[in-house]
C-alpha cells in the first residue's frame, strides 16, 4: 500500500530557531512530491513541489530536500517566525495519477 | 497556481437537513474537481473526483447518495450533504486538477457543523 508517514507529528520551537520535518513515502513509481502549509480552518497551500530527479528546492525560508533513492524528503524552515504556526503536509503523486497520497502532517507550533 | 473559491466557509445546519458547497475556480479551466473531508488534527481524506462530462468517482466507503458532487462546469463544483447528522461535521475541501497534470489547486474550506 502507498504510504506517506511524517514525523514528527507536533513540534514546539522558539521564534527565531530553525526546524526540520521529515517525510518518508513508499509510492513507487513516484512522480513528485510537495509540501504543504495548512493554516488552522483554511486549505493548503503549495510550498515547494519536486519532481524524482531534483534534490533541493526553496521558497524563501522554506527549503525542501529529496532523495529518490532512500524515499525521504525534509523540509526546513529557517528563522520560523510565529506565522510559520501551522501543519504542514507531505504529499506524493504517481505518475498519471490523479490521487494524491496525503502523509498525516506535522503540527508546528512556534512560540515567542 | 489557480485561485479556488469555496462558499460559504462555514455553515451550522440542523441534522436532517441538505447543505450544499460551491467551489469555483476563478481563473482556471478544471477537467477535474476532488473534494475531501478533514477532520480535527487528521489529514485529508479523499471522497471522491469527478472529472469533466462524467459522474464523480466516490472512495470506497463514501455514500454516493449522500454526498451529492455535481460538477457543472469547467469553473464550479457542488458538493451536497444530504440528510446531515452530526458525525457529518468536518472541515470539507476542494480541489481543481487541469487537463495533463497533477497539479492540485486547494480550496480555502468549508466548516459544516451539524446539531
Known amino acids: 500500500k502507498n504510504q506517506v508517514e511524517q514525523s514528527p507529528q507536533s513540534l514546539i520551537i522558539l521564534e527565531g530557531k530553525n526546524c526540520t520535518l521529515q517525510c518518508n513515502y513508499t509510492v513507487s513509481p513516484f512522480s513528485n512530491l510537495r509540501w504543504y502549509k495548512q493554516d488552522t480552518g483554511r486549505g493548503p497551500v503549495s510550498l515547494t513541489i519536486m519532481t524524482f530527479s531534483e534534490n533541493t528546492k526553496s521558497n524563501g525560508r522554506y527549503t525542501a530536500t529529496l532523495d529518490a533513492d532512500t524515499k525521504q524528503s525534509s523540509l526546513h524552515i529557517t528563522a520560523s517566525q510565529l506565522s510559520d504556526s501551522a501543519s504542514y503536509i507531505c504529499v506524493v503523486s504517481a505518475p498519471g495519477a490523479q490521487k494524491l497520497v496525503f502523509g498525516q502532517g506535522t503540527r508546528l507550533t512556534i512560540n515567542p | 497556481g489557480a485561485v479556488v473559491s469555496q462558499h460559504p466557509s462555514w455553515v451550522i445546519c440542523k441534522s436532517g437537513t441538505s447543505v450544499k458547497i460551491e467551489c469555483r475556480s476563478l481563473d482556471f479551466q478544471a477537467t477535474t474537481m476532488f473534494w475531501y473531508r478533514q477532520f480535527p488534527k487528521q489529514s485529508l481524506m479523499l471522497m471522491a473526483t469527478?472529472?469533466?462530462?462524467?459522474?464523480?468517482?466516490?472512495e470506497q466507503g463514501v455514500e454516493k447518495d449522500k454526498f451529492l458532487i455535481n460538477h457543472a462546469s469547467l469553473t464550479l463544483s457542488t458538493l451536497t450533504v444530504t440528510s446531515a447528522h452530526p458525525e457529518d461535521s468536518s472541515f470539507y475541501i476542494c480541489s481543481l486538477g487541469g487537463r495533463g497534470t497533477d497539479t492540485q489547486y486547494f480550496g480555502p474550506g468549508t466548516r459544516l457543523t451539524v446539531l
Open positions: 469527478s472529472n469533466e462530462g462524467s459522474k464523480a468517482t466516490y
